[in-house]
């Protein structure tokens, strides 16, 4: 193997903020380095220097030896370097093929585009490489996974050789977790050089042949994954350890909050998305909702929010039945709600942060006396939000839309535990947030729980489930298949019920 | 069962093979109810080759502005200016084919449209200027400086401020052989043979070389939007400019052609209302007809042959309001047969929710025909606007406007 990439003292300033300092990376040619980093740490930027979207202020990049230059993607591009992004770049509403060709089209004279010489080429690199594409299906129709293969697919066709996936994990479900890194070992075995950037620390050891961890700003180490472990992974990337399960010594009490009994729900086109469901959460108990994506986990939250009405069964908080009850009055009987998607359903992205505090609470006191909002109580409490959470931002006055996605989160989870509501309903709570943030927000439902919340916690995440939930129920396709505890189960149980087994 | 249906009906090669036939089938029924009411009402003129050919006049500048306005939104942006830039073409038209006679008035329209079609394109890309404001104020400067200008130039030469003098007729073609023959097969009053012909009749008799050369537009838009890389990048503006700009296109250069292909669209349409459909320029011509080209965008599911589809509902429309009120009356029975068969077919084939809907509609729209003797002229230009909401409340799911129409765009500063 020869050194393909080698980043020398890179640094990059932007007003205010040195985002690289003193970096310095090499890659070698064929395989699977992985950049790990707290949200923050450069790796963005480093990105964007290696793909050509922005220059570096001075150190160096060498390829193959050569010091290159780039202006901008399509100079990278050229010299075999090309970015698969996190958030697709793809269009819905145009095929495969389309998307790929962008750019690079084949073209004869007059401009016309050869759709069968391009067609040809891209079934050839997904039958040479293994990347299951069809080329006239349109984007819209395809799943997260199928899009991810063809924007790996797109740079292949314009004839990357090293490959940047941004988070490639980070939007799929384990099975396309699993098939997209058979993919990659298909790509480094044609001789192709893959670098991928993740925070899950298992897929890089399991995955990469090398790591550089950044940290800060700058490369603080370069490990090999079989001297390497989670700890000390996670020691370089924090300078700490990882969070800890709280006190679990109390034990939830028996006192239902949240009860959910033979509750049923179809779709409408009288398909069965929840199907007999019942459980129950009391107070002072995390209960953990396991399952694959797609598997009814945003119905149920949706139907204990109010947003879709239920068929069959009932819902009660602390007796009180609220299956008639719109979302605004069952979140006024004290509920919280951490929604999925933090920047559509959590936050109003351009407006400052101490509106984003008066979301869902614009009826209940502090905030409100019932008809005027109180401007100031929401200056006041959005201050002690930032404050108990850390938040790190210059103001309350700034838009939602400046801070990170780990401080964006945890703005959110303060809100909702405002005011101690009775239950808190958490779906993918550090879904995409750096390990700081993470352990922040689990010692917080941690807390909650101790003080006698009831929390309902959705994840996909089997640290965050297993390290935090009293008890986990398992969610396949609408049904409650299996209600675990988490102390004694093992990964073979959790598997077959997440595949829809009745254990 | 459905999910099945749909799956086979979306297949490539289904739908190329069934679409045509269907589009056959649809005629050939729309010719026989036509026949029949004319038989029942003896209302002659709704299948005469005059109400054809009126049909066909007033479609073209319908289909100019919707074809402008599709390929302003395939870009990204929406055009709502495509009314004042057809007043511009009117009144260019007129005024170079008065001088230099028709096809150069076309042509100073054509070039003139996209003048103000990259003035919208400079406002609203490079400034950032909200798009619908851009639009309104060149509506509004186009009426003014058209009836500014026709008064200085437009007295001392026959007109007056509202009226151009009389231009040269565009040259027209009557095919030989077949007008006679089908002109003569109209007047044997055979049932729908009759017909048939009355209304083919109005498409080859006395058609102006310029309704051949725009009709041309539909293919060729087709055509340079999905086959060629121009096409490609550009509709890559609407869906996804962050992901265009990735790979290299110039988003900003894209949306000023396609705003000045848009601008030449709907001004050549103007050009063909006071240089074809009269031989005037006359204040107040287009009457609304650059809104309703947007209309027929919609309508039209963003693309070209939609637009047509969307232009001809509208120009059926504008033509009848034109003739006999005796039409408009027969025209509604047409809608109630044409509402009583989709009723009969939506039971048979156990699509109860829309065949109770359609049932309510046509009955209600039998209760006007046999209760008002003669439908007011508002209201029959009133119903291609209706159509169009009923499209947008029925198949909202299945229109696929660009993602990203009407989002401003900024392109990336060189140093991030």
Same mark, same amino acid.
């Given at each position: 193997?020869?050194?393909?990439?080698?980043?020398?003292?890179?640094?990059?300033?932007?007003?205010?903020?040195?985002?690289?300092?003193?970096?310095?990376?090499?890659?070698?040619?064929? &395989?699977?380095?992985? /950049?790990?980093?707290?949200?923050? %740490?450069? #790796?963005?930027? $480093?990105?964007?220097?290696?793909?050509? =979207? *922005?220059?570096?202020?001075?150190?160096?990049?060498?390829?193959?030896?050569?010091?290159?230059?780039?202006?901008?993607?399509?100079?990278?591009?050229?010299?075999?370097?090309?970015?698969?992004?996190?958030?697709?770049?793809?269009?819905?509403?145009?095929?495969?093929?389309?998307?790929?060709?962008?750019?690079?089209?084949?073209?004869?004279?007059?401009?016309?585009?050869?759709? &069968?010489?391009?067609? /040809?080429?891209?079934?050839?690199? %997904?039958? #040479?490489?293994? $990347?299951?594409?069809?080329?006239?299906? =349109? *984007?819209?129709?395809?799943?997260?996974?199928?899009?991810?293969?063809?924007?790996?697919?797109?740079?292949?066709?314009?004839?990357?050789?090293?490959?940047?996936?941004?988070?490639?994990?980070?939007?799929?479900?384990?099975?396309?977790?699993?098939?997209?890194?058979?993919?990659?070992?298909?790509?480094?075995?044609?001789?192709?050089?893959?670098?991928?950037?993740?925070?899950?620390?298992?897929?890089?050891?399991?995955?990469?042949?090398?790591?550089?961890?950044?940290?800060?700003?700058?490369?603080?180490?370069?490990?090999?994954?079989?001297?390497?472990?989670?700890?000390?992974?996670?020691?370089?990337?924090?300078?700490?350890?990882?969070?800890?399960?709280?006190?679990?010594?109390?034990?939830?009490?028996?006192?239902?909050?949240?009860?959910?009994?033979?509750?049923?729900?179809?779709?409408?086109?009288?398909?069965?998305?929840?199907?007999?469901?019942?459980?129950?959460?009391?107070?002072?108990?995390?209960?953990?909702?396991?399952?694959?994506?797609?598997?009814?986990?945003?119905?149920?939250?949706?139907?204990?929010?109010?947003?879709?009405?239920?068929?069959?069964?009932?819902?009660?908080?602390?007796?009180?039945?609220?299956?008639?009850?719109?979302?605004?009055?069952?979140?006024?009987?004290?509920?919280?709600?951490?929604?999925?998607?933090?920047?559509?359903?959590?936050?109003?992205?351009?407006?400052?942060?101490?509106?984003?505090?008066?979301?869902?609470?614009?009826?209940?006191?502090?905030?409100?006396?019932?008809?005027?909002?109180?401007?100031?109580?929401?200056?006041?409490?959005?201050?002690?939000?930032?404050?108990?959470?850390?938040?790190?931002?210059?103001?309350?006055?700034?838009?939602?839309?400046?801070?990170?996605?780990?401080?964006?989160?945890?703005?959110?989870?303060?809100?909702?535990?405002?005011?101690?509501?009775?239950?808190?309903?958490?779906?993918?709570?550090?879904?995409?947030?750096?390990?700081?943030?993470?352990?922040?927000?689990?010692?917080?439902?941690?807390?909650?729980?101790?003080?006698?919340?009831?929390?309902?916690?959705?994840?996909?995440?089997?640290?965050?489930?297993?390290?935090?939930?009293?008890?986990?129920?398992?969610?396949?396709?609408?049904?409650?298949?299996?209600?675990?505890?988490?102390?004694?189960?093992?990964?073979?149980?959790?598997?077959?019920?997440?595949?829809?087994?009745?254990? | 069962?459905?999910?099945?249906?749909?799956?086979?009906?979306?297949?490539?090669?289904?739908?190329?093979?069934?679409?045509?036939?269907?589009?056959?089938?649809?005629?050939?029924?729309?010719?026989?109810?036509?026949?029949?009411?004319?038989?029942?009402?003896?209302?002659?003129?709704?299948?005469?080759?005059?109400?054809?050919?009126?049909?066909?006049?007033?479609?073209?500048?319908?289909?100019?502005?919707?074809?402008?306005?599709?390929?302003?939104?395939?870009?990204?942006?929406?055009?709502?200016?495509?009314?004042?830039?057809?007043?511009?073409?009117?009144?260019?038209?007129?005024?170079?084919?008065?001088?230099?006679?028709?096809?150069?008035?076309?042509?100073?329209?054509?070039?003139?449209?996209?003048?103000?079609?990259?003035?919208?394109?400079?406002?609203?890309?490079?400034?950032?200027?909200?798009?619908?404001?851009?639009?309104?104020?060149?509506?509004?400067?186009?009426?003014?400086?058209?009836?500014?200008?026709?008064?200085?130039?437009?007295?001392?030469?026959?007109?007056?401020?509202?009226?151009?003098?009389?231009?040269?007729?565009?040259?027209?073609?009557?095919?030989?052989?077949?007008?006679?023959?089908?002109?003569?097969?109209?007047?044997?009053?055979?049932?729908?043979?009759?017909?048939?012909?009355?209304?083919?009749?109005?498409?080859?008799?006395?058609?102006?070389?310029?309704?051949?050369?725009?009709?041309?537009?539909?293919?060729?838009?087709?055509?340079?939007?999905?086959?060629?890389?121009?096409?490609?990048?550009?509709?890559?503006?609407?869906?996804?400019?962050?992901?265009?700009?990735?790979?290299?296109?110039?988003?900003?250069?894209?949306?000023?052609?396609?705003?000045?292909?848009?601008?030449?669209?709907?001004?050549?349409?103007?050009?063909?209302?006071?240089?074809?459909?009269?031989?005037?320029?006359?204040?107040?011509?287009?009457?609304?007809?650059?809104?309703?080209?947007?209309?027929?965008?919609?309508?039209?599911?963003?693309?070209?042959?939609?637009?047509?589809?969307?232009?001809?509902?509208?120009?059926?429309?504008?033509?009848?309001?034109?003739?006999?009120?005796?039409?408009?009356?027969?025209?509604?029975?047409?809608?109630?047969?044409?509402?009583?068969?989709?009723?009969?077919?939506?039971?048979?084939?156990?699509?109860?929710?829309?065949?109770?809907?359609?049932?309510?509609?046509?009955?209600?729209?039998?209760?006007?025909?046999?209760?008002?003797?003669?439908?007011?002229?508002?209201?029959?230009?009133?119903?291609?606007?209706?159509?169009?909401?009923?499209?947008?409340?029925?198949?909202?799911?299945?229109?696929?406007?660009?993602?990203?129409?009407?989002?401003?765009?900024?392109?990336?500063?060189?140093?991030?």
């Amino acid at each position: 193997m020869s050194t393909i990439i080698d980043v020398q003292g890179i640094e990059k300033k932007y007003p205010g903020v040195i985002a690289n300092y003193d970096v310095n990376l090499k890659i070698e040619s064929g &395989e699977i380095h992985a /950049i790990i980093g707290e949200n923050g %740490a450069g #790796k963005s930027t $480093l990105m964007k220097i290696l793909y050509g =979207l *922005v220059a570096p202020d001075s150190g160096r990049v060498l390829i193959n030896g050569k010091k290159v230059s780039f202006k901008s993607p399509q100079d990278a591009m050229e010299l075999g370097v090309g970015m698969v992004h996190q958030h697709f770049m793809l269009a819905d509403n145009a095929t495969v093929l389309e998307n790929v060709i962008l750019g690079s089209e084949p073209t004869s004279t007059g401009g016309v585009i050869q759709f &069968e010489a391009a067609r /040809i080429k891209l079934l050839e690199i %997904a039958e #040479k490489y293994g $990347l299951n594409v069809r080329p006239d299906q =349109l *984007v819209s129709e395809l799943g997260i996974g199928e899009r991810q293969r063809v924007e790996i697919a797109k740079v292949l066709y314009k004839g990357a050789k090293i490959l940047i996936l941004d988070e490639p994990t980070a939007v799929l479900v384990p099975q396309e977790v699993k098939a997209l890194f058979e993919n990659l070992k298909e790509l480094t075995s044609h001789g192709l050089t893959i670098i991928f950037i993740s925070h899950k620390l298992d897929e890089v050891l399991a995955m990469a042949n090398s790591i550089t961890v950044m940290r800060s700003g700058t490369t603080v180490a370069s490990v090999e994954p079989k001297n390497t472990n989670k700890g000390e992974l996670a020691k370089l990337m924090v300078g700490g350890e990882l969070p800890k399960r709280g006190d679990t010594s109390t034990k939830p009490s028996d006192e239902p909050v949240l009860s959910l009994s033979h509750v049923s729900c179809l779709a409408p086109d009288q398909r069965e998305i929840l199907s007999d469901v019942s459980l129950t959460v009391h107070k002072g108990e995390i209960l953990g909702i396991a399952g694959v994506a797609g598997n009814g986990q945003s119905e149920l939250i949706e139907t204990i929010m109010g947003l879709i009405k239920i068929d069959s069964g009932t819902i009660t908080i602390l007796n009180v039945d609220i299956s008639a009850l719109t979302s605004r009055e069952i979140r006024d009987s004290g509920v919280g709600y951490i929604p999925q998607d933090r920047q559509r359903d959590g936050l109003l992205m351009m407006a400052p942060l101490w509106e984003n505090r008066i979301l869902g609470h614009q009826s209940t006191p502090p905030i409100s006396n019932g008809f005027w909002v109180n401007k100031s109580a929401a200056k006041i409490d959005s201050e002690r939000i930032v404050k108990e959470l850390d938040v790190r931002t210059p103001s309350i006055n700034v838009m939602a839309a400046a801070l990170s996605g780990g401080n964006q989160q945890k703005f959110i989870v303060g809100r909702e535990m405002s005011g101690d509501p009775n239950l808190l309903i958490a779906s993918q709570p550090t879904r995409g947030v750096d390990v700081g943030a993470q352990s922040l927000i689990w010692n917080k439902l941690i807390e909650a729980r101790l003080s006698g919340m009831a929390i309902l916690l959705i994840s996909s995440d089997l640290d965050e489930l297993f390290n935090l939930s009293d008890r986990l129920a398992v969610i396949s396709k609408g049904k409650i298949v299996a209600v675990l505890d988490p102390e004694t189960t093992t990964p073979e149980q959790l598997g077959l019920a997440m595949t829809g087994e009745k254990i | 069962m459905t999910d099945l249906l749909n799956s086979f009906l979306r297949n490539r090669w289904v739908r190329k093979i069934a679409s045509p036939s269907r589009f056959t089938l649809f005629v050939v029924a729309l010719l026989i109810i036509v026949s029949t009411v004319r038989r029942i009402t003896g209302a002659a003129d709704i299948t005469s080759a005059g109400l054809s050919g009126a049909t066909l006049r007033f479609t073209i500048p319908l289909l100019m502005a919707g074809l402008g306005g599709l390929w302003a939104e395939r870009s990204g942006v929406i055009n709502i200016g495509l009314e004042g830039m057809m007043i511009a073409g009117t009144w260019l038209g007129a005024w170079f084919a008065f001088i230099y006679g028709p096809w150069v008035g076309f042509l100073a329209a054509a070039i003139g449209g996209a003048v103000i079609g990259l003035f919208h394109g400079i406002l609203v890309v490079r400034i950032g200027i909200d798009q619908a404001v851009s639009g309104l104020a060149i509506n509004i400067l186009a009426l003014g400086a058209a009836r500014y200008l026709s008064g200085i130039l437009f007295p001392s030469r026959g007109g007056d401020i509202s009226l151009s003098p009389v231009v040269e007729q565009t040259p027209t073609l009557t095919v030989p052989g077949i007008s006679p023959l089908l002109g003569s097969i109209a007047d044997k009053n055979i049932f729908l043979l009759s017909d048939g012909a009355g209304i083919l009749s109005g498409f080859v008799t006395e058609i102006s070389y310029a309704t051949i050369l725009l009709l041309l537009a539909v293919p060729l838009s087709t055509w340079i939007l999905w086959k060629t890389k121009f096409g490609l990048r550009l509709r890559f503006c609407g869906e996804n400019p962050v992901a265009a700009e990735s790979l290299g296109v110039k988003v900003y250069r894209m949306r000023y052609m396609a705003l000045a292909i848009s601008g030449m669209f709907a001004s050549v349409g103007g050009a063909y209302l006071s240089l074809v459909a009269s031989q005037v320029y006359r204040e107040g011509q287009t009457g609304g007809r650059g809104f309703i080209g947007l209309a027929t965008v919609i309508f039209g599911n963003w693309r070209p042959s939609g637009v047509l589809a969307g232009s001809v509902l509208f120009g059926v429309t504008d033509a009848l309001r034109i003739r006999q009120p005796t039409s408009i009356h027969a025209a509604l029975l047409v809608v109630i047969i044409a509402g009583s068969i989709y009723v009969i077919w939506a039971f048979a084939t156990g699509r109860m929710k829309h065949g109770v809907r359609a049932l309510m509609a046509t009955s209600f729209i039998g209760l006007i025909y046999l209760t008002v003797p003669e439908i007011p002229r508002e209201f029959v230009s009133f119903f291609p606007n209706l159509a169009t909401i009923l499209v947008l409340v029925l198949l909202a799911q299945r229109l696929k406007p660009p993602a990203m129409l009407a989002v401003p765009y900024r392109e990336r500063e060189e140093t991030e």
